[in-house]
């Protein structure tokens, strides 16, 4: 007869956990939660709060000490020791001063900019050997994998808004960066991408060389196309909403990202919903409300915050238009079938504010 002297429940869960083993009658709703088990807070940045402490570092911290990029995290207090935003997406207010060339380098991180401090004139990313320039609230991609420097040929300093899917590259252990060395790439007309990519494009010659586009989105483009929308009824819960469409695929901005814009009418109320993505807001202009989780977030120009996956949101505008640029990771969960959303059916569709954030 065998030796039944170890063949206690007790002792099993001891052997397994010794190979490395978890029993699944333990611990199946650990593996998969009958929720989304959200690990962050919403929150905030003010814009009074941060341009001074980026201004700062415009005196002390330069390329010539060797800074590869003068930018400042926007890093959710839950999140540490991680540098991030939400949990796939990071944000950033970057600073480059006039004559200041930020160098070239590329990575597996796919990275938008939107110009939330521009005077216009020669101030520039350049992508692949095309220059993109910078006008206020221009929206410019520099998909994964592509070369891109920075440089301000003006007098006036400029300031914008970074977004990088590196906390989800970083998730999935997939991180590589390069730094450029000389000339990376061959200098391109201005409007390259635009010409092959745009409504007339060249047929039967003049191919896209790049996997992705190199776009820029110029905000008077956007804007007008908000306004030809004012007095559609919108959606019940984000108002004027427009994403910005990747030309070569008619999907979103990037694969990882959708970039939005949209329009807030004066007085205009959203209704709460939910979904499993998350989403990170820039306020363009106006001043309003959002309530996240049951707490109203106040914003005004310049504001950043962020909406964590699952958690119930719905905007109140003032008595201006409201315009809020936002990115979300929707895409990413869109493509693996795992995107969901709800509204709230309670209270009118409508939560109730149990608390006022302050940072
Ligand atoms: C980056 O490459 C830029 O190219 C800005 O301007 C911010 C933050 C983290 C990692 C890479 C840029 C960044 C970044």
Known sequence: MGDFRNDSLDQLHADLEAANLAPTWLYVSEFVSKQPRVSYRPWLWRWDNVLPLLMRAGDLVTPERGAERRSAEHVNPDLRPFYSTSHTIATAVQLVRPGETAPAHRHVAGAIRFAAQSKGGPVYTRVQGERLMMEENDLLLTPSWTWHEHRNETDDDIVWLDALDFPLVNLLQASIFEPGEGQVCPELGDDFSRNRLGLYRPAGWGGYPNGQPVVRYPWVEMRAALEAQRHEKGSSFDGIILEYVNPLT???????????????????????????????????AGQGATVIAGTEFAWAKGDVFVVPTWAWHEHRNGDSDGLLFSITDQPVLESLGMYREQALEELGGRQVVVDHFSP
């Open 250 to 284: 008619s999907g979103s901005t990037l694969p990882t990202l959708s970039c939005r814009a949209q329009l807030l009418r004066p007085g205009e109320h959203t209704l709460a919903h939910r979904s499993t993505a998350s989403t990170v807001y820039f306020v363009i």
